[in-house]
C-alpha cells in the first residue's frame, strides 16, 4: 500500500518506489540474450575450420619433409608446432574475438598458466586429442622393432617405459578431473539435470576427450606389446611390476588411487584382447566394455569429487557461521541511530528520576526495535557524563570497561557506533555506544547509552531479507540451502533451516577431530 511497480527504461528491469518516487529497491535481469549464444556457437565454428585448416596446412608441409627427412621425424616437427603455435595463442589470447566469450572466463573454472579458462582447457584436450590420434595412427614401427630385438634387455626396457607412460597418463588424468570439478563454479550434478548448463556440457564434452585420448595412448602400448610377441605370463609379471613403482612414486600424490590404477589396468587388458582378436576398429560390440569403463569411471569420479567440493564448500561455509554478521541489522541500525538523534523524548527520559533500566528499554522497544529485531534480545545499559551507571543495576562496569571491550573485541560495521562482538557463546552479538544529547542545547551531552544486541537462542529464517538491503550491504543467499545450528556448553544455542536440531551436542557422539564428517538420521552433518 501507497507504492508502486516502476517498469525501467531497460526493459529487463523495474524500480519499486514510494509515493515520493524515492527508490525502495529494484530488480534487474542479466544482459545474457540468445544473440550472444548464437554468436558463440557461430564463433566456435569458424575457429575450429580455421584451426583446421591451419592444421592440415602443416601436416602438408610435413609431407613433403617427409620425403627428406624421416618420416617420423617430420611427425614430431609437425606436433611441435601446433604445440608452439598454441602456447602462442594462449599466451596472447589470440583470437581476441574467441578469448571475449563467456567459456573463457576464469570464473568458472581456472587451475593453471595452461588451463586459465574452461575454454582454454577445451582447446588444449581437443589439439592432444588430435596429435596423439594422428601419432598412434601415422607413426612407423617397423626400424623401432628392429632396434628392439638387437639387444635382449631393449624389450624389457621399451614395454617398462611404455607401461610406465600409461599408468602416469591415467595419474595425470585423474589429476585433470579432480580439477576440473574442484576448482571450477561448474555444476557436474548428473543426479539434477536441471543444475546442468552448456558449461556442464564443455565439462563432460572435456572428460570424454581426455578418456578417449588415454585409450589411443593404451593401445599404442598394447601395438608395441604384440608386436614383441610377449606372452602373456610376462605381461602380468611387466603390469604388476611397473604398476607398483609408479605406486611408490605416486604414494604421496592425489592424482593416483586404486580406482585409476584399476581403471588402467583394467584399459591395457581391454585393449590387448581387442587387438588380439583383430577386432574391426568401428566394431561396436569389441568395444562395448571399454564404453561401458569410461562410463563407470567417469560417474565414480565426478560423483567423488562432487562430494568432496560439497564437503570443502561447506567447510568454507562452517568458518562464516562461526564469525556470521548480520548485515541486515547493520543496516536498518544505521536508520535507528538516525532517528534517535532527532528524537526529543530520550534527552528528556533522563530529565526525570527513574529507577531501572526497564524502562528506557521499554521506549526502544516499542519505538525502534520491532519488525526484524524480533529475533534479537535487547538490553540498555545507561551510563552519565563521567562514565558511571546512572541508577542501581546489575552492571559493575563503567563506561571504559565498554571501551576496551569494543576496541579488543569489536569489529567496526557500517554505523561508526556499532560493533560486531566476535565471542564464543554461539550467538550473534553487537554493542551499541550511543551519546544522548541534549535536546535544547545540542553540545551539551545527557548520558551515554550502551545498547546489547544479542540474537535470541532459537530464531528461524523468514521472508525475503535480501530485499531491505542497499548496495553497500553484501548479501549472500549461499546457506539457503542449508540447515545448521550453534552450540555453546553442550546446549542447543539457536538454529536455522528445515532439520530439527538435538537440544545438545552430546547426541552426535564424541567427536575427536575439529572438523568431522558424519551420517545421522539420513543427513550427512559437519560438526
Known amino acids: ?72 621425424i617430420s611427425l614430431l616437427i609437425y606436433s611441435i608446432t601446433i604445440i608452439i603455435l598454441r602456447l602462442i595463442s594462449l599466451n596472447n589470447k589470440f583470437p581476441g574475438i574467441l578469448y571475449s566469450q563467456r567459456i573463457f572466463d576464469p570464473q568458472y573454472y581456472a587451475s593453471s598458466v595452461l588451463l586459465k579458462s574452461l575454454g582454454d582447457f577445451l582447446v588444449n584436450v ?57 576448482n571450477s563454479s561448474i555444476s557436474f550434478n548428473i543426479g539434477n539435470i536441471f543444475e546442468l548448463n552448456s558449461m556442464s556440457l564443455y565439462g563432460f564434452i572435456i572428460i570424454g576427450l581426455l578418456l578417449t585420448t588415454f585409450y589411443f595412448i593404451s593401445d599404442s602400448v598394447v601395438s608395441l606389446v604384440i608386436r614383441l610377441n610377449i606372452s602373456m605370463q610376462q605381461i602380468i609379471i611387466y603390469n604388476s611390476a611397473i604398476l607398483l613403482i609408479t605406486c611408490i612414486i605416486n604414494l604421496h600424490e592425489s592424482r593416483w588411487d586404486l580406482i585409476t590404477a584399476s581403471f588402467a589396468v ?63 541489522a547493520e543496516h536498518l541500525f544505521e536508520d535507528i541511530e538516525e532517528k534517535i538523534k532527532v528524537d526529543e523524548s530520550i534527552p528528556n527520559f533522563f530529565l526525570h528520576r527513574h529507577k531501572s533500566d526497564a524502562e528506557l528499554e521499554r521506549i526502544f522497544q516499542q519505538n525502534y526495535f520491532i519488525g526484524y529485531w524480533n529475533r534479537y534480545d535487547i538490553s540498555i545499559d545507561e551510563f ?37 562482538i566476535n565471542n564464543s557463546t554461539g550467538r550473534t552479538s553487537y554493542i551499541a555506544r550511543v551519546s544522548v544529547m541534549d535536546s535544547k542545547t545540542i553540545k551539551r551531552k545527557r548520558a551515554t547509552l550502551i545498547i546489547h544486541i544479542d540474537s535470541k537462542f532459537v530464531r528461524e529464517r523468514s521472508g525475503f531479507p535480501e530485499l531491505l538491503l542497499n548496495d553497500r550491504i553484501p548479501y549472500s543467499n549461499e546457506l539457503s540451502k542449508y540447515s545448521y545450528a550453534r552450540y555453546n556448553n553442550d546446549s542447543l544455542v539457536n ?29 550427512n552433518h559437519l560438526i
Open 1 to 72: 500500500e501507497g507504492s508502486e511497480l516502476i517498469p525501467s527504461k531497460d526493459i529487463l528491469g523495474a524500480s519499486y518506489h514510494n509515493l515520493k518516487n524515492e527508490i525502495i529497491f529494484s530488480l534487474k535481469l542479466p544482459m545474457n540474450g540468445s544473440r550472444n549464444n548464437d554468436d558463440s556457437i557461430y564463433l566456435w565454428i569458424l575457429y575450429f575450420i580455421s584451426l583446421g585448416c591451419f592444421i592440415m596446412f602443416f601436416y602438408f608441409i610435413g609431407l613433403a619433409l617427409s620425403g627428406l627427412l624421416n618420416s617420423n
Open 126 to 182: 581437443i589439439i592432444v586429442f588430435y596429435l596423439i590420434f594422428f601419432l598412434t595412427k601415422r607413426w612407423k614401427y617397423d626400424g623401432w622393432i628392429k632396434l628392439l630385438f638387437s639387444k635382449k634387455f631393449y624389450p624389457f626396457l621399451f614395454i617398462s617405459i611404455g607401461l610406465f607412460i600409461l599408468f602416469e597418463s591415467a595419474g595425470l588424468i585423474n589429476y585433470l578431473l579432480y580439477g576440473l570439478i574442484n
Open 266 to 328: 583394467l584399459m591395457f587388458f581391454c585393449t590387448y584382447f581387442i587387438r588380439k582378436k583383430k577386432s574391426n576398429y568401428y566394431n561396436y560390440s569389441s568395444y562395448l566394455f571399454i564404453i561401458f569403463l569410461f562410463s563407470a569411471y567417469s560417474a565414480i569420479k565426478i560423483f567423488t569429487y562432487n562430494n568432496q567440493k560439497e564437503k570443502n564448500y561447506r567447510l568454507i561455509l562452517a568458518g562464516k557461521i562461526d564469525k556470521q554478521r548480520d548485515y541486515i
Open 384 to 420: 552519565n557524563v563521567k562514565g558511571k551507571p546512572l541508577w542501581d543495576t546489575l552492571n559493575k562496569n563503567d563506561i571504559h570497561y565498554y571501551d576496551t571491550l569494543l576496541a579488543v573485541q569489536g569489529i567496526q560495521t557500517l554505523s561508526p557506533n556499532l560493533y560486531f
Open 495 to 523: 538454529q536455522e533451516g528445515e532439520f530439527q536440531y538435538y537440544l545438545f551436542a552430546s547426541s552426535f557422539g564424541k567427536i575427536k577431530e575439529e572438523h568431522t564428517f558424519m551420517d545421522k538420521d539420513s543427513y
